[in-house]
């Protein structure tokens, strides 16, 4: 008989954290940002936990953190492979944001055309050096403005040609639209992201200048339908994982689509039973990721989630620390078929190349 409550609560139920992940993971949404020097930190972290592979999504991105948020530097790829991928063979493969990453001040491009062709050169140059997909950052939709000013949409034709190349190129696109749906709604108490959009001002796009939530998602179902050859990953459970059923029905629609889970536990958590439903339903179009800075901690929240019918437990924070959450979550107790296939089987099969680094390592 258990007569000892739980540190954080009064409630006695069991807690099992995983010490590592029951079958072996790719975390397949994450950032180094180049922070080169701590990648021998990041291989601790994975060894200890069971991360086989990581996915540095933005490997040609500086990341600088500046008031009320973050602001990107495009920079080469060539550390990513000479820090990360060489010293650690078979542990880390990354994505090009190729020139999709660009001051939110300046226009995209000036002249389309020539933008997408040198876009598409230098994903090409990438994919050579050993680039594995195409990231598109929220950015696109939200922020980027051709040279009249106007708002230029993901299913802008003029982009067309970029997806064709990733259709050529036999890659995936990883494409962030939107962002949660609260950052759309008025910043006030009864907002469920308050403390976040107090903390982080650049996450509200409540601002008419901004286009509506669901706009951003109408404009990724028609680009999802335009280029029903390209595979798209969509981060974030296509960004509404709020509305399950809106995402089940997005994937029913276009075959072409699969989902990342990364940084939406919370969202999952809270609807245990809807969730573990969807993704039972689901098995074959979704992805591990965690969008949050490696560390032990952080992974086996994960694999409590994904593993576990613990309950009431918490989340953590979208930065990967555990000082503030908004809710506690309640463990999906995956079946281990549909374990495996969200921890690496998906993403091998969208990914092929990772196959043999990955059975290298991974005896499964
Ligand atoms: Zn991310």
């Given at each position: 008989?258990?007569?000892?409550?739980?540190?954080?609560?009064?409630?006695?139920?069991?807690?099992?954290?995983?010490?590592?992940?029951?079958?072996?993971?790719?975390?397949?949404?994450?950032?180094?940002?180049?922070?080169?020097?701590?990648?021998?930190?990041?291989?601790?972290?994975?060894?200890?936990?069971?991360?086989?592979?990581?996915?540095?999504?933005?490997?040609?991105?500086?990341?600088?953190?500046?008031?009320?948020?973050?602001?990107?530097?495009?920079?080469?790829?060539?550390?990513?492979?000479?820090?990360?991928?060489?010293?650690?063979?078979?542990?880390?493969?990354?994505?090009?944001?190729?020139?999709?990453?660009?001051?939110?001040?300046?226009?995209?491009?000036?002249?389309?055309?020539?933008?997408?062709?040198?876009?598409?050169?230098?994903?090409?140059?990438?994919?050579?050096?050993?680039?594995?997909?195409?990231?598109?950052?929220?950015?696109?939709?939200?922020?980027?403005?051709?040279?009249?000013?106007?708002?230029?949409?993901?299913?802008?034709?003029?982009?067309?040609?970029?997806?064709q190349a990733c259709t050529r190129l036999k890659i995936p696109v990883l494409l962030h639209q939107a962002d949660p749906y609260g950052f759309f709604e008025p910043v006030t108490p009864a907002n469920e992201h308050y403390g976040s959009l107090q903390k982080y001002p650049s996450w509200s796009f409540v601002d008419p200048r901004f286009p509506r939530f669901i706009t951003l998602q109408e404009e990724m179902t028609r680009l999802l339908a335009n280029h029903p050859d390209t595979t798209f990953i969509l981060a974030?459970?296509?960004?509404?994982?709020?509305?399950?059923?809106?995402?089940?029905?997005?994937?029913?629609?276009?075959?072409?689509?699969?989902i990342d889970l990364s940084a939406r536990t919370d969202e999952l958590g809270r609807q245990p039973h809807t969730a573990r439903q969807f993704i039972i339903r689901y098995q074959d179009r979704i992805i591990f990721g965690t969008d949050m800075p490696a560390s032990v901690e952080m992974y086996r929240y994960h694999f409590r989630f994904y593993e576990t019918t613990d309950e009431y437990f918490i989340h953590p924070d979208y930065d990967g620390t555990f000082g503030r959450y908004r809710w506690r979550v309640h463990g999906l107790g995956l079946p281990d078929d549909v374990l495996k296939k969200l921890y690496h089987q998906n993403i091998l099969r969208l990914i092929p190349g990772l196959r043999k680094p990955f059975t290298g390592r991974a005896n499964t």
């Open positions: 008989m258990n007569l000892h409550p739980r540190p954080d609560t009064f409630l006695f139920s069991p807690e099992h954290i995983p010490e590592r992940a029951r079958f072996p993971v790719i975390d397949a949404h994450n950032h180094l940002w180049s922070a080169w020097d701590s990648i021998d930190r990041v291989v601790e972290v994975m060894d200890q936990v069971g991360v086989v592979g990581y996915c540095d999504l933005t490997a040609n991105v500086e990341l600088q953190w500046v008031t009320g948020g973050y602001a990107f530097k495009a920079t080469s790829i060539d550390p990513f492979f000479a820090r990360a991928v060489t010293p650690h063979p078979g542990r880390f493969y990354g994505f090009t944001t190729s020139l999709f990453t660009r001051p939110i001040t300046e226009p995209l491009f000036d002249e389309a055309r020539a933008f997408v062709e040198q876009a598409i050169a230098l994903l090409e140059q990438h994919v050579r050096l050993g680039a594995q997909g195409l990231k598109i950052l929220k950015e696109l939709g939200l922020h980027y403005r051709d040279a009249y000013g106007r708002r230029i949409a993901c299913c802008d034709e003029r982009l067309a040609p970029v997806w974030h459970a296509a960004n509404f994982p709020e509305n399950l059923e809106y995402v089940g029905n997005l994937l029913d629609r276009h075959p072409n689509a699969f």
